[in-house]
């Protein structure tokens, strides 16, 4: 089964020109923007069914790895929160099975210790969340996403948005799970173009002007709270990388030696190599003809000009010290994805306001790995930075922190609870996440031992007085 989703069409936003722009958008009516969403949560349930319909009972039950929920655990808890803020809260109705509100709550259980819960079966899974979407429609049709006293749920169809939101992004765990699971290919879909001319001449990095930039987004409807307020961020120039660093750039830093060099290593990432035996990227293997990668259940032969993905922060840095640079700050990432400094506004995508589209970027699950590095010139920021959206999530240097002016929307565990030093930001989406969980302003954040997520990185310098 091709796993292709179709390009959609985020809502249209204003731009963020500058600290306090207020909110609103010029959305033109409540019925595209329950159309929009309609259409959204449609395409998110179509992609979980994909990733699920694949495998058999078993395969849904088991548990591939304890870094992960078993498949059912995540489908029906996607029917919950549905249950919960769309039946429930948005429609103030009475819900469809509040009693297994406990089973699916991800802060009462953690992931290991899912399988052992009286969780819902599969099929009772898929029906329970047909039950749900049935009424959660009801509620939409019945709501006006135009109506300034509907309230800061339902205005924009943003509780909808986030809801759609929230099953792609539990898609995208899921296609994490079939990447740990060992067993069969079950995923299939085509390989991403080649990289286009020029692709191999371009300059190794772009220059990104210093100056004030406006960073997060006041006007973004369906942005999510820890994007929120727009304000202003004032940078001095910095050199970025003009593309993600690729497979073949990584394997001249396990060829000198970077594995085995503490030089390169924070002390942290250092006593978690040693500790986890790192020696090269996850899901890399060598045999006498070199270097292998195993990829939803294939294994072949490492294609060098992909950006290297599953690496963890700790390595990202170590490469980067190893290069004599750094990573960027996750301001300085969006500064290079957002910021037109002919106009001075902050676009909502590097390309500019429009949706994405195949020309742009690799979103959406289209392909089942990164394009070649240097692909999708019509997606480059005006930096001349490429493919800052999707094909890999990109580590940046960043703690995961409130803008200033944050507020909790709509409920603290969606973001607030994970502020603080033990999670880094990463920033610009992969290969596998939709384009309505996809914009410059959206923030990621994982441990910094993570690798079964889908990150890659690029690397950052100072910009001399004279560059600048
Ligand atoms: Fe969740």
Redesign the pocket.
């Known amino acids: 089964m091709t796993l292709h989703q179709e390009t959609t069409h985020p809502p249209t936003t204003g731009t963020d020109t500058d600290t306090g722009t207020g909110t609103g958008t010029d959305a033109s009516s409540a019925a595209s923007l329950r159309e929009l969403a309609r259409a959204e949560l449609e395409r998110a349930r179509r992609r979980t069914a994909a990733l699920t319909d694949c495998l058999d009972e078993a395969g849904l039950t088991a548990q591939h790895s304890p870094l992960m929920s078993p498949l059912v655990w995540d489908l029906a ?1 996607v029917a919950n ?1 549905e249950d919960f803020w769309l039946v429930r809260q948005a429609g103030g109705r009475p819900g469809v099975r509040p009693d297994i509100d406990h089973l699916y709550d ?1 802060f009462r259980h953690p992931r290991a210790d899912r399988p052992a819960l009286p969780l819902l079966t599969p099929g009772q899974a898929r029906d329970y969340g047909a039950r749900v979407r049935d009424l959660a429609l009801e509620v939409l049709e019945n709501s006006d996403p135009d109506d300034p006293g509907a309230g800061p749920l339902l205005r924009d169809a943003f509780v909808f948005g986030m809801i759609a939101q ?1 099953e792609q992004q ?1 898609d995208e765990t899921m296609l994490a799970t079939h990447q740990l699971r060992t067993g069969e290919p079950v995923l299939h879909a085509p390989a991403p173009p080649p990289a286009p001319a020029g692709a191999a001449a371009l300059p190794r990095e772009v220059l990104v002007p210093g100056g004030p930039f406006t960073m997060g987004t006041d006007t973004d409807p369906w942005a999510l709270d820890n994007e929120r307020p727009a304000h202003t961020v004032e940078l001095p120039a910095f050199w970025l990388d003009t593309v993600p660093v690729t497979n073949a750039a990584y394997q001249e830093f396990i060829a000198a030696g970077g594995y085995r060099d503490p030089r390169w290593w924070h002390p942290r990432g250092w006593a978690h190599k040693e500790h986890a035996g790192l020696e090269a990227p996850q899901f890399w293997l060598r045999d006498s003809s070199g270097w292998l990668r195993r990829r939803f259940g294939r294994t072949e032969p490492l294609p060098p000009e992909e950006p290297v993905l599953h690496v963890c922060w700790y390595e990202a840095d170590a490469y980067a010290r190893w290069a004599g640079r750094r990573l960027p700050t996750e301001a300085e990432w969006e500064k290079a994805a957002r910021h037109d400094p002919a106009t001075g506004r902050s676009r909502r995508h590097p390309w500019g306001d429009t949706p994405p589209g195949p020309d742009h970027a690799n979103l959406g699950q289209r392909h089942l790995q990164p394009a070649p590095a240097g692909s999708f010139p019509a997606g480059a920021a005006p930096s001349g930075a490429r493919q800052l959206l999707g094909d890999v999530w990109e580590w940046t240097s960043s703690d995961f922190l409130p803008y200033p002016g944050f507020a909790a929307f709509p409920y603290r565990e969606y973001s607030e609870v994970f502020f603080g030093s033990e999670y880094k930001v990463l920033r610009g989406g992969a290969f596998g996440v939709a384009p309505v969980a996809c914009r410059s302003t959206f923030r990621n954040w994982d441990y910094p031992i993570r690798r079964q997520i889908f990150a890659g990185f690029r690397t950052a310098r100072d910009a001399s007085g004279t560059d600048a």
């Open positions: 808890h929160q991800a929230h539990h």
